[in-house]
């Protein structure tokens, strides 16, 4: 069961990469920060798609699939809006480390959560 744990998590993780950075077009990272813009619904939704793959794939149960979806939706938007109007005003250029550290700290929450997915997914009996 451990292994098959990481299976799921690599495969989340591996997800998470494809869909936040190759799969994260301009106008999607441009509109995250305005709840009135479809850039970051998009962002999550892919998010959403990929997870949905993962999961399926690694024959996780289907109402254990949905309700990790819609709380995945929920959580990644909310990290990646929250990101956005929080570091507004820090760039690359003016404040390399900040910059960083506020990248790293949204992407520590992303991983975090595919590791609270992964073990409601695996050892969670409950749905």
């Known amino acids: 069961m451990p292994e098959f744990a990481l299976?799921?998590?690599?495969?989340?993780?591996?997800?998470?990469?494809?869909?936040?950075?190759?799969l994260q077009f301009d106008w999607m990272v441009a509109e995250k920060g305005d709840l009135?813009?479809?850039?970051?619904?998009?962002?999550?939704?892919t998010h959403v798609i990929g997870s949905a793959i993962v999961l399926f794939l690694a024959g996780?149960?289907?109402?254990?699939?949905?309700a990790l979806l819609i709380a995945e939706f929920?959580?990644?938007?909310?990290?990646?809006?929250?990101?956005?109007?929080?570091?507004?005003?820090?760039?690359l250029d003016q404040s390399p480390q900040k910059y960083f550290a506020l990248h790293g700290l949204d992407q520590y929450f992303h991983h975090l959560t595919y590791l609270a997915?992964?073990?409601i997914a695996v050892f969670t009996p409950l749905f």
């Open 7 to 22: 299976v799921v998590l690599l495969g989340l993780q591996t997800k998470h990469f494809i869909a936040d950075y190759l």
């Open 36 to 45: 009135r813009k479809l850039g970051g619904y998009a962002h999550a939704g």
């Open 60 to 66: 996780i149960r289907p109402s254990a699939i949905i």
């Open 74 to 91: 929920v959580i990644h938007y909310t990290l990646d809006y929250s990101k956005v109007r929080y570091s507004k005003d820090v760039t």
């Open 117 to 119: 997915m992964t073990y």
